[in-house]
């Protein structure tokens, strides 16, 4: 790989017998041919082959056999003179292969060869082999600062592998986009070390530092911490957060309990400026019986503001799980649990504006489902005492046991039987009951029983208590908190986030899991 580098004129050409001949072919029109930059060499075909082909590619270079394969013959009869004269999925491997300090030079060659360093397969290989080390933290984080939680994305992105911070949009606008920052760089430049940048701060990059924990845990080092201050002390280093955390001064913030929230975050978190442990999440696994895709979106927590939460679905429940928190509700609590098997009919438009009426309904729901999990206990009870009996008689156990499968499925799938694309009726919040976002809309799907984790500062006396899940279209969603009176509403985020997929259901479930127990 050394002598295609001296080739392409990067570094010495010591005694390379072709230098001339390739030279000579230049000056005769060795034009600049677009690249087919989308082919990935590792997924076209030809497996040993092209193995082997790169194999004798290697030999003739330097010069050492005179037999040259059919396939390597141009199409004027002779064997390529340039590397010009090469296909580009076969550069594509030679580039891949060479030191990452090489590129730069290589790129200054010719615009081809510029064209050809852009083709993604180059640095996903340069992140898989070279920065070996680090190919393992690719895929979506999630931070460990107490009870606020983050989301992050680590993506290679041209010459650097970056961690990108996603924040919510400004409170209360939540059908807005996500922000996003970097929170560090790793250079893909060098072969056997590479280069950690911190890019906390308003200072540029500078030295910092990743450890790898474990395969599911990492943690993030800034060794320049004096790039994290700024001149006008904390006071300016808190307006500043303000402006990017909530797009507002504190003059404009006239809540006082609000103003404490904001400020209790802003000390808490700048705990975490120099060293951060970061532990994996996955996306939540889809089906075709699921009420809608799941996903993470954005929601609206009163003084809170906006948050993160994870919408995944089990069997009957569905359950939203949240990336990000507050000091009541941590980040990894279930925040809210929907009854997929009892879905809700709501009064007429100018019943549904009496909060009595709705909270009737509610409540009626509710001591239903008291009663269907009385009644599944003792059953389950009755189930093992049958069991104990018949354990001396095998032949008569699969009989019950099929039985109680049978009636969990179809009670599993009661909701789905239903049309799950119905009309949709008139929506509207009861009066009494605080919304953050009045652009709620006025129209929604189906509505389920369910339930709202609520807790005093510091997740104390925690209770679930009943509301109502609002399904307003494929993207949005809402929830009322009856002993509240609020309303949250969600916006999906739609952002392609790439490496998030958990390899099983049981590792997703295992996932949800630890960070419930981490939060607790």
Known sequence: MAVCARLCGVGPARGCRRRGAAREQRRGGGGDSEPDTDTDPEEAGGGGGASVEDDELTERIECSRPALHPAEVGPNGRAPMSLLELPPELLVQIFGSLPGTDLPSLARVCTTFRRILRTDTIWRRRCREVLHRYRHILGLWQPDIGPYGGLLNVVVDGLFIIGWMYLPPHDPHVDDPMRFKPLFRIHLMERKSATVECMYGHKGPHNGHIQIVKKDEFST?????????????????????????????????????????ILMKFIYTSQYDNCLTYRRIYLPPSSPDDLIKPGLFKGTYGSHGLEIVMLSFHGRKAKGTKITGDPNIPAGQQTVEIDLAHPLQLPDIENLRDFSELSRIVLEVQEQVRREEQEEEQQQGEDEDRSQQAASSPAAQPQGGEGAEVEETAAGAEWATQDKTPASQPFVLPMGVISRNEDYPRACRICFYGTGLIAGHGFTSPERTPGVFVLFDDDRFGFIW????????????????????????EAFDEMLKNIQSLAT
Not at 486 to 503: D, G, T, W
Request: charged residues 30%; proline residues 2%.
């Open 221 to 261: 080092k800034c060794n320049q911490t004096d790039h994290h201050r700024m001149s006008g002390g904390r006071q300016e280093e808190f307006r500043t957060w303000l402006r990017e955390e909530w797009g507002r001064t504190l003059e404009d913030i006239f809540h006082e309990h609000m103003q404490e929230l």
């Open 482 to 505: 009856l002993e509240l009176k609020s309303f949250s509403l969600y916006s999906r985020i739609k952002v392609s986030f790439q490496n998030a997929e958990a390899p099983s259901r």
